[in-house]
């Protein structure tokens, strides 16, 4: 580091070192607290409107022209009702066939674009997963309003 | 004996480095002398290392919650995967684990083999509900009751222990159940519902 301010013989070098020390300092100060705070599991919930199914308060009077939207998840089939017309989803492979539904639920979004809600009856020895799977396909169908019959 | 005129005295002298081996051993010579020891300071390659560091900070960035962890879940207990779940809000918790069912740590609830009409009900997490939803109504007197609760249990639970639990909750005015479930983050992430305060 010959510096000479007069002459200009000798020129000062231009490469300077950059002090790392305090940059791994923040660093790893920042790996732990992150390390620390770190959440593993992303949960998330599925909601279920259980007060319009089950509720001993009375309901409103019922539209007559209102069609009710159900679901009802069985051990080898799902149906899918319409007022009273009902289609059959057999299961593929032991799982619900998601995409039979998915066509079902599409063609019901078209009729009634308005409509948000549906109930669903699930037979009581089919697996948790399998409801929450059906809620999930609900819900990315735009029927968020799931209403599930605990009876 | 005059002879000796004009004759050269060879004194002894100092030979030179006359013994010249074709191939000079300078190092090896310095080597056994001990003149060239190797420096023991090593220069650390930080540059890789920085790197390293920064890679791992973008990776736990990426995971960072602010919301942090809701609730504690079990290691034998795998929740199912949704991909349209909403953000998972605090709020009272109700386990289904293999046999127990278990509300805020307290075993409430056993479930049985088979299930029969008296054991539709669960007396002490009905009790337990309605314990919270008084201190519930007395913190906040102004306001509505919610009746908001999460339920978490395994995926392969049958769905007649979740009925149970969800039967006696609304029957104490726990209406507004949630379901804990395992994000797989494939939809559009739903903030969590308004909440009227």
Known sequence: MGASGLGGGGKRNVNVELNLVPFIDLLSTLICFLLMTAVWQQLSSLSTNSASTTSSESPAPPDPNRVDLSLSLLLDHMLAQEGKKSTKIAHVAGEPDYAALINVLTEWKSKYPDRQDIVLHTDSQAPYKQLIKLMDTLVENKFEDVGVNTN | ?197
């Open chain 2, 1 to 197: 004996m005059g002879g000796a005129t004009g004759t050269k005295h060879f004194g002894v002298v100092k030979p030179g480095y006359h013994i010249r081996p074709k191939y000079d051993l300078k190092k090896t010579r310095g080597h056994v002398k001990g003149e060239h020891k190797k420096s023991v300071i090593a220069d650390l390659p930080l540059v890789s290392m920085i790197d390293m560091f920064t890679i791992l900070i973008i990776f736990l960035l990426m995971n960072f919650s602010a919301t942090g962890e809701v609730f504690f879940i079990q290691k034998d207990l795998k929740l199912p995967d949704a991909s349209h779940g909403k953000a998972l809000e605090s709020a009272p918790l109700i386990s289904i684990v293999g046999t127990s069912v278990i509300f805020e740590a307290e075993k409430v609830g056993e479930n049985p083999m088979t299930i029969t009409e008296n054991d539709q009900n669960l007396p002490r997490l009905a009790a337990a509900l309605k314990q919270v939803r008084i201190i519930e109504e007395t913190i906040h007197p102004n306001q509505p009751f919610k009746g908001k609760i999460n339920i978490q249990a395994d995926e392969k639970t049958p769905l007649v222990y979740i009925k149970r639990v969800m039967q006696t909750c609304i029957s104490e005015g726990w209406t507004n159940i949630n379901f804990a479930v395992n994000g797989t983050g494939g939809g559009e992430p739903q903030p969590p519902a308004p909440t009227e305060e």
